[in-house]
């Protein structure tokens, strides 16, 4: 049977990697709280090493020389990591230490004979390829949900070296509170629909008559610095799985659209009936997203 290694930074939310290594062996290497390391033993993996918690004014890449070390030892077919900061910091380590090969996007994985098949998003999400690797493989993906806890396994302590040499000074807070999107039950998203700052009120007094964090899409972000880069979705921004996705004036380009794939009941507001949104979307309201946002807040409230 093949052997995948799921590295976890202090986030149990690993429900697709597990998905992902079905069939597999599958060994957590967890660097955290100890009840995050709990969380995932009784979450459906087969073994779990635990290589502590860092202390505060340590950083998390103090650990990963660490981590990449019980991997090497136990070189794997397979190492998964969520696509969270964090833990692509831990999979940046295996990966250097290691010279594995290093894939995201990827929907599905077949290990066999030692090579690896992997069938993965190019281009943002508009292609697919397949491709063998052999070798050493590191695929870095949509961690998913939280685990369900079910019947624990043990959790196997190990003394990590932590790199000496690299020491958190200072933290401040940031100007704006950071949103994680990535948690939200709900999200309304503003797209370039809106014409200008000021009628983003309509759409975050939207977001408020529904209980969702707002976000946007990416040129709100990153051209007009309407919203800070955490609250845009998309390939290049958040994966987010809320239960409602709303989306106002935005076209459904597929670097938009592959960012809410995950989410459970999808409405898009659009002037334009043609807009690609529409064949995505379970809900497709067409008209001027400035006489409908109105409107909507207004029944709900
Ligand atoms: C490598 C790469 C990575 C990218 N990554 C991302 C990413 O992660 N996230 C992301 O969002 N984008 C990303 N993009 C950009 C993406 O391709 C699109 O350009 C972007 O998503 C378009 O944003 P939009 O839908 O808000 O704007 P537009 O495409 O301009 O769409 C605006 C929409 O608003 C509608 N509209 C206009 N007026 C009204 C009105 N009054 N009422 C109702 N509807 C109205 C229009 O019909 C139109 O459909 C990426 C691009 C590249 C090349």
Same mark, same amino acid.
């Given at each position: 049977m093949?052997?995948?290694y799921?590295?976890?930074?202090?986030?149990?939310?690993?429900g697709?990697? +597990?998905?992902?290594?079905s069939?597999s %062996?599958?060994t957590?290497?967890?660097?955290?709280r100890?009840?995050?390391?709990?969380?995932?033993? *009784?979450?459906?993996? =087969?073994?779990v090493?635990w &290589?502590?918690? #860092?202390?505060a =004014?340590?950083? &998390?890449? @103090?650990?990963? #020389?660490?981590?990449?070390?019980v991997?090497?030892? *136990?070189a794997?077919?397979l190492?998964l @990591?969520?696509t969270r900061?964090? =833990?692509?910091? &831990?999979?940046?380590?295996?990966?250097? !230490? %290691?010279?594995?090969?290093v894939?995201?996007?990827v929907?599905?994985?077949t290990v066999s004979?030692?090579?690896?098949?992997?069938g993965?998003?190019?281009?943002?999400?508009?292609?697919? /390829?397949?491709?063998?690797? %052999?070798? #050493?493989v590191v695929?870095v993906?949509?961690?998913?949900?939280?685990?369900?806890?079910?019947? @624990?396994v043990?959790?196997t302590e190990?003394?990590a070296?932590v790199?000496?040499?690299v020491?958190?000074v200072?933290?401040? #807070? !940031?100007?704006?509170?950071a949103?994680?999107?990535t948690? !939200?039950?709900?999200?309304?998203?503003?797209g370039r629909g809106?014409?200008s700052?000021? =009628? &983003?009120a309509?759409?975050?007094?939207l977001?408020?008559?529904?209980? @969702? /964090?707002?976000?946007?899409?990416r040129?709100?972000?990153?051209?007009l610095?309407?919203?800070?880069?955490?609250?845009y979705?998309g390939v290049?921004g958040?994966?987010v799985?809320p239960?409602?996705?709303?989306?106002?004036?935005?076209?459904?380009? +597929?670097?938009h659209?592959?960012?809410a794939?995950?989410?459970? %009941?999808?409405?898009?507001?659009?002037?334009?009936?043609?807009?690609p949104?529409f064949?995505?979307?379970d809900?497709?309201?067409?008209g001027?997203?400035?006489?409908?946002?109105?409107?909507l807040?207004?029944?709900?409230?």
């Open positions: 093949s052997s995948t799921i590295l976890v930074a202090d986030d149990a939310r690993i697709d990697l +597990l998905t992902m290594a069939g %062996t599958t957590a290497v967890v660097v955290g100890r009840e995050v390391a709990d969380r995932v033993a *009784a979450g459906g993996v =087969d073994s090493i &290589l502590g918690a #860092p202390a =004014d340590v950083p &998390l890449e @103090a650990y990963g #020389p660490a981590v990449a070390q991997v090497a030892e *136990a794997p077919d190492v @990591a969520a900061p964090a =833990d692509r910091v &831990l999979a940046g380590a295996v990966v250097a !230490a %290691t010279g594995a090969q894939f995201t996007m929907r599905s994985v004979d030692g090579s690896v098949e992997l993965r998003d190019v281009f943002g999400g508009i292609a697919q /390829e397949v491709v063998r690797v %052999t070798g #050493p695929l993906v949509d961690g998913g949900p939280d685990v369900t806890a079910g019947s @624990a043990e959790v190990r003394a070296e790199r000496p040499g020491t958190v200072e933290e401040q #807070p !940031a100007e704006r509170a949103v994680d999107l948690r !939200a039950p709900r999200i309304v998203t503003a809106v014409k700052r000021d =009628d &983003l309509l759409v975050d007094a977001a408020a008559a529904l209980g @969702a /964090e707002s976000a946007c899409s040129p709100l972000a990153e051209g610095g309407w919203y800070t880069h955490d609250r979705v290049t958040q994966h799985q239960e409602l996705y709303v989306a106002v004036g935005v076209s459904g380009q +597929l670097q659209v592959v960012g794939r995950g989410a459970g %009941t999808v409405v898009a507001i659009n002037a334009d009936k043609d807009c949104y064949a995505e979307a809900y497709c309201v067409v001027d997203l400035y006489a409908l946002v109105p409107a807040t207004e029944a709900l409230s």
